[in-house]
């Protein structure tokens, strides 16, 4: 696990020094030191001068996951963590099915077009239980660093929704595969590092 680990923070930091490179043309004094370029999913470039950070920067909130299945492909269903030592809720899981989870990464949300087509095209060959992390307020973030920081809260909490998957539906670590685009691959790293054991893939994506 600590290999995947690994290698998911590498990607992140290629993704980092992606950011750089593309803007040595316009690089000033102080890059690293009082601003900062990074490059979203859409490869927009947006600029993190920190000196005219604003002030609403800090910003809390859960991630919301929404369960879609054969049963229900277009109308996702919102799942709660459970409380400790209580059962998942759910009318569309089933527990027969191994399960597929997606996230997207920094500026972007769950229904951005990739995502929902990845959905759509596991569902469409596979019978299984695909969850999505809706994380965008905590990601449509101007400020990288505190998106990037919370994704280990974000995947903490995933950590939590797949181990009451396991009580309640008996779906084991090795039946769990978690995809994550940018920022959303850190949320699926920290995932898989919560558990308890190993989860059977993760894929990290930078761009
Ligand atoms: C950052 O903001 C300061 C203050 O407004 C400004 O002087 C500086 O040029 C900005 N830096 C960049 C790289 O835009
Ligand atoms: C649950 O999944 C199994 C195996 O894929 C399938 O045979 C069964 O019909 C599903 N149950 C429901 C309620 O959809």
Redesign the pocket.
């Given at each position: 696990m600590l290999r995947r680990w690994c290698h998911i923070y590498i990607v992140f930091l290629f993704v980092a020094c992606l950011g750089s490179i593309e803007c040595q043309d316009d690089i000033n004094d102080g890059y690293g030191y009082s601003w900062l370029m990074f490059v979203d999913e859409a490869f927009n470039r947006h600029l993190l001068n920190f000196s005219v950070l604003p002030s609403h920067g800090i910003r809390y909130g859960k991630p919301v996951f929404y369960l879609y299945?054969?049963?229900n492909r277009e109308d996702p269903e919102v799942l709660f963590i459970p409380d400790d030592e209580e059962y998942l809720k759910s009318i569309y899981f089933?527990?027969?099915?191994d399960i597929r989870v997606v996230t997207h990464g920094w500026m972007s949300d769950y229904q951005v077009g990739w995502l929902q087509s990845i959905k759509d095209t596991l569902l469409q060959h596979y019978?299984l239980n695909v969850i999505t992390i809706d994380w965008a307020y905590l990601a449509k973030n101007p400020i990288y660093p505190w998106s990037a920081l919370i994704t280990r809260f974000v995947g903490k909490q995933t950590a939590k929704l797949l181990d009451a998957c396991t009580n309640t539906y008996g779906v084991g670590r090795h039946r769990m595969h978690l995809i994550g685009h940018s920022l959303g691959a850190q949320v699926m790293g920290y995932a898989g590092m919560f558990l308890n054991s190993e989860v059977h893939r993760i894929t990290g994506r930078y761009g």
């Open positions: 299945t054969r049963n089933n527990g027969s099915n019978d």
